[in-house]
């Protein structure tokens, strides 16, 4: 369902442009980033100061109807601000002469939540109607964080409230689900369990006159039965999955928007690796180089003295000052600076001696005359060059083979800017370190935990450490794999900057793998585990993460060949913050396309590689439910290639990723993509060795079964791709 919204925010000091909305762009965030069935469409806002006509002029105009068809241009409208009780705060009075109907449950609802965050929600005058019977309007309190905090509240319910707003003919057809079955929408509450226009059975559970009422509905995944029941025997496992199979686009920006960017940190130069990204701009504290330097060996001269003989005053070398004669009296000085038919002899980086003004190559030279004399014994030569001749080839031009100061770079200017990544070519560290800081600003790079599990599974660097049967050193017992998952997903994490946990091989223990997963988020940003997703009696994973942990599955099924079983949740933890776990599929080729597709875009987006202007987003991460083409362009880049090789045939449920090697052909200036291996079973891990690239396949139909050699395909990039 898509729902127009507005969000007016009412402040004098933004209206007059002396303080900047964040309530708006907050409460637009909100509601892009919820995961919902839902699409909120933001389709006006505006700001306006604490003046009760503009407010309701302004909110009228929203809700009245435009168009034949009687709907409103929103749906829903949210005016941040002026909900307190000083004499400017105008807002509720100038709402609730609109209120064709009251909602007094919805304020008391925004209320009651707010007072457990803070006592002081008490002093909001926050208010709840619905406008010419078409929209639903919210005044709520004008900070970011009173805005969004209230409206969190109910959002699960607004939905359900402009459904039974649309339906003029009644409302029972949006609580009866298909097949007379409860709703078994995974990614919000069903209707019947949020709203009050609908009773769900009460049962008496008490004696002696007492009454209790028991809801029946349940939230989120309820419906349709959560992850099995930890404390229930087999024969009460789910038979199929509660949580819906949503598009791979969708589960990637429940991902992003689930992330955020890692603090900034100050660093030693000899502290930063490549792939991390500059936090803030970094300014040149000093010119480069602080003096004129010759860029040749040579001899610096007047320009305008032509070729000729020289009288040679001494010699000038990086790093030996500006020049020295052979006694103090002949030394260059500004004082005492080089004069016509005197040339001084330098070396590559030494500094232009005062007076001169360009460089003539050695090489442009011939030497008539010296003095001196050879100190034989100690074997040095101590002759030192008097007269040098200048050749006709030597001609140069004021300013010749001379850097002049702040030449490379100057005193003030930007060196590297903020969302600039480092790389591993050297051209980053190199600038850094000749611009005079002694620190630098960087995004943090995360600590990722990483976890396989399963009795079967055998540490590769110990066979018998954690088998449940004692083995044979060397020897798998039968049923035994080893584990591969595990230092394919560290390698994969290393290429990207993370700092890792090995957290080892966990066996099928409910508690044990609840307890390694708390204790890992306590000291990373997340968590990455492989096994134990789909419908096995021992699948722990989803149900320690709801039943022990409190965590918030976000997703736990995904449309894609392989890795249907990827999960991503959410865990709060003692500093309540959020911090994330993506529980992999146990094949390895599932576990490893999942990450490419999924884990890969977050880390980039923690490490701030979407960062720009001293740390601001560059752009909109996820716009109206999509991962924007910007952002893909960067956290999970792809391009188009012609596909060669045999035919594949299409899968018909769902798209498929397969492993593949992407070339940029010289010759014809294309991208190409081939299959790596045509076994492309999600068990066998030898069909990732030498791929690039996964091929973006779409589902297959009666009108397109197969891709054939030579057609355009998407290939998303996961490594270096090949020329030929």
């Not at 829903?76 to 002026?82: D, F, H, N």
């Not at 020295?324 to 004082?335: F, I, K, P, Y």
């Not at 290429?495 to 066996?507: N, T």
């Not at 979407?610 to 716009?623: C, F, H, T």
Request: glycine content about 10%; charged content about 20%; proline content about 6%.
């Amino acid at each position: 369902m898509s729902v127009p919204v507005g969000i007016l925010t009412v402040s004098d000091k933004c209206s007059r442009g002396q303080a900047t909305d964040t309530s708006g762009p907050a409460l637009a965030q909100l509601l892009m980033h919820t995961p919902s069935a839902t699409q909120w469409v933001i389709v006006a806002t505006a700001v306006v100061p604490d003046d009760k006509e503009q407010i309701s002029d302004t909110v009228q105009s929203w809700c009245t109807p435009r168009t034949s068809d009687g709907e409103p241009p929103c749906r829903l409208v949210i005016v941040a601000g002026g909900t307190g009780i000083s004499p400017s705060d105008v807002t509720v009075g100038a709402l609730e002469p609109l209120f064709t109907k009251r909602l007094p449950a919805l304020a008391t609802a925004m209320v009651v939540g707010s007072l457990k965050i803070t006592p002081m929600a008490a002093l909001s005058q926050v208010t709840a109607g619905v406008v010419n019977d078409t929209t639903v309007v919210l005044a709520v309190p004008g900070s970011k964080r009173g805005a969004t905090e209230n409206v969190q509240q109910i959002l699960p319910v607004l939905p359900h409230a402009i459904d039974t707003l649309k339906a003029r003919t009644g409302t029972r057809h949006l609580h009866a689900a298909e097949d007379g079955e409860p709703t078994k929408d995974g990614m919000e509450m069903s209707p019947k369990a949020l709203c009050g226009c609908s009773r769900e059975e009460e049962e008496e559970v008490g004696g002696g006159g007492m009454m209790e009422t028991k809801r029946r509905a349940e939230s989120s995944y309820a419906a349709a039965g959560v992850s099995n029941d930890l404390g229930a025997s087999v024969v009460h496992r789910a038979r199929k999955s509660p949580y819906p199979m949503i598009p791979v686009s969708t589960a990637l920006s429940l991902v992003l928007s689930s992330v955020a960017v890692m603090e900034p940190v100050d660093l030693l130069l000899s502290e930063i690796n490549p792939g991390q990204v500059i936090a803030r701009d970094v300014v040149a504290q000093e010119n480069v180089p602080g003096y004129s330097a010759s860029v040749m060996d040579g001899y610096a001269v007047i320009a305008a003295d032509g070729p000729g003989s020289y009288i040679v005053r001494g010699s000038s070398t990086a790093g030996g000052g500006g020049g020295r004669g052979g006694a103090a009296a002949n030394a260059v000085t500004e004082d005492n600076p080089l004069k016509p038919g005197q040339i001084m002899r330098i070396t590559t980086g030494g500094p232009m001696p005062p007076g001169a003004d360009a460089v003539v190559m050695v090489e442009d030279t011939e030497l008539l005359l010296s003095s001196g004399h050879k100190a034989a014994e100690e074997g040095v030569d101590e002759e030192e060059e008097q007269q040098v001749r200048i050749l006709d080839s030597g001609k140069v031009q004021p300013g010749q083979h001379v850097r002049a100061i702040g030449h490379d770079l100057a005193k003030g200017t930007t060196v590297l800017r903020a969302g600039e990544a480092i790389t591993s070519v050297g051209g980053e560290i190199g600038s850094l370190a000749v611009s005079g800081n002694r620190t630098f600003s960087l995004f943090t790079v995360p600590k990722i935990a990483v976890m396989s599990t399963g009795d079967e599974v055998v540490d590769v660097s110990s066979p018998t450490s954690n088998a449940k049967v004692d083995l044979s050193p060397g020897a798998l017992a039968y049923g035994a794999i080893r584990d591969c998952n595990r230092p394919a997903l560290i390698a994969a994490l290393r290429s990207l900057g993370c700092e890792i946990v090995d957290l080892g091989v966990v066996h099928d223990d409910p508690d044990l793998i609840a307890q390694t997963i708390r204790t890992a988020l306590d000291q990373c940003q997340g968590i990455i585990t492989t096994g134990g997703v789909s419908m096995g009696e021992r699948d722990w994973l989803k149900p320690v993460v709801e039943q022990r942990l409190g965590g918030h599955i976000r997703f736990g099924r995904v449309a894609m060949k392989p890795s249907k079983p990827t999960t991503f949740a959410t865990i709060p933890t003692a500093a309540n913050k959020e911090k994330f776990i993506f529980a992999l599929p146990g094949n390895p080729v599932s576990a490893l396309v999942a990450f490419h597709m999924f884990v890969a875009p977050a880390i980039r987006l923690l490490s701030g590689h979407m960062m720009r202007d001293n740390g601001a987003a560059s752009s909109r991460i996820v716009y109206d439910g999509r991962v924007t083409q910007e952002a893909l362009c960067v956290l999970r880049p792809s391009v188009v290639a012609a596909f060669e090789g045999p035919h594949v045939v299409l899968d018909r449920v769902r798209p498929e990723y397969v492993r593949g090697s992407l070339v940029w052909n010289q010759r014809t200036c294309k991208w190409t993509v081939r299959m790596v291996d045509q076994k492309q079973q999600s068990s066998r891990v030898a069909s990732m060795q030498r791929s690039n690239a996964l091929i973006s396949l779409p589902r297959g139909s009666d009108d397109k079964r197969t891709i054939e050699s030579g057609e355009l395909v998407t290939a998303i990039v996961i490594a270096a791709p090949h020329f030929s």
